[in-house]
């Protein structure tokens, strides 16, 4: 390829960006010379790798061959530094991490402790809704992405590392709150709030109800945790939710886990990634690292929200 690295570097910034003008920012240079560059890059090759229409920029069939090219090539380039600083005790470079808005409460805590053992390493975390991961592991935005419920259509490794208990929430003040051994299908009789569609937790619940065949009287549908608590808090219905994400409201006393049966639902975050994907040094070490019995990271996890969210007296 008649091309040399800077080419390169600036055309898949250009890519990335689709403008000029903010790939010559990230870049640190001006936009005429962006533009100098892209053209001794088109016709190096012989070929157009973007095609404007209208005020819009786009990449041609041959510019998002270049691309894909371009993402494998500085992936490399990223990897070998990460390799020959392992090789001299260190490790050092970016780590790019996702999890579920239900895995917020201990992820950070838990890069936390890897960053203790790996403190040149720069972290990027990214909170988001299941429906958004997946979205992320289709466009390998991630080294690694946290999630509980792994999708069955895509072909991923995961490595489960701690357990993820999914129970039913009410106000105190809810006639179910005191009672116990609750029958699953007694949740039919009560005004219930459900989690956007394609979350984890309200996919894991659903399943549950379609075996026993029970049909719920859904008062209202929340986008994400934290406004479920507050409105299970106001008494508007019950709900399901991960144990981590109520922690602190069952310790104070203003939310209470039902006694229903078969619950809660035992399942398990992950750390997951595509089955072909080849991880780099880092997130292979953060792999090692949560999996390794010495760093027990589940007591760590559980240890955290015990110390921060514990009822005091």
Not at 72 to 85: A, G, H, K, R, W
Not at 184 to 208: D, Y
Request: proline content about 4%.
């Amino acid at each position: 390829m008649r091309a040399t690295l800077h080419q390169l570097k600036v055309f898949r910034q250009v890519a990335i960006s689709m403008n000029y003008t903010k790939a010559a920012d990230k870049l640190g240079l001006s936009q005429p010379a962006v533009s100098i560059q892209l053209k001794q890059l088109e016709n190096n090759l012989d070929i157009f790798l973007f095609e404007k229409i209208g005020k819009n920029l786009y990449l041609t069939p041959a510019g998002k061959e270049l691309k894909l090219f371009c993402d494998e090539l500085f992936v490399s380039f990223d990897n070998i530094d990460m390799t020959l600083s392992s090789l001299k005790g260190e490790l050092t470079g970016d780590f790019r991490l996702s999890a579920v808005t239900s895995a917020k409460y201990f992820t950070p805590h838990l890069l936390g402790a890897f960053h203790k053992r790996h403190p040149k390493v720069n972290f990027h975390l990214d909170i988001v809704n299941r429906e958004q991961i997946i979205k992320r592991l289709q466009d390998n935005k991630d080294d690694l992405v946290i999630m509980g419920l792994v999708p069955e259509t895509m072909a991923l490794a995961k490595y489960s590392f701690v357990d993820n208990p999914i129970i039913v929430i009410a106000n105190p003040q809810h006639p179910l709150a005191k009672q116990k051994n609750i029958p699953l299908a007694e949740l039919a009789n009560h005004a219930f709030i459900h989690r956007e569609q394609g979350s984890g937790t309200r996919k894991a619940f659903e399943q549950v109800l379609k075996a026993n065949d029970i049909q719920l009287k859904v008062n209202m549908t929340l986008g994400n945790s934290e406004t479920i608590k507050q409105a299970v808090m106001a008494d508007l219905g019950i709900s399901v939710v991960s144990r981590h994400s109520v922690t602190l409201e069952l310790a104070t006393g203003v939310l209470v886990e039902l006694n229903i049966e078969n619950f809660p639902l035992q399942r398990s975050w992950s750390l997951v990634h595509h089955e072909s994907k080849h991880l780099s040094p880092i997130a292979q070490a953060f792999v090692d690292f949560v999996l390794s019995p010495e760093e027990n990271v589940p007591a760590l996890c559980n240890r955290f929200l015990a110390h921060h969210f514990v009822k005091k007296d």
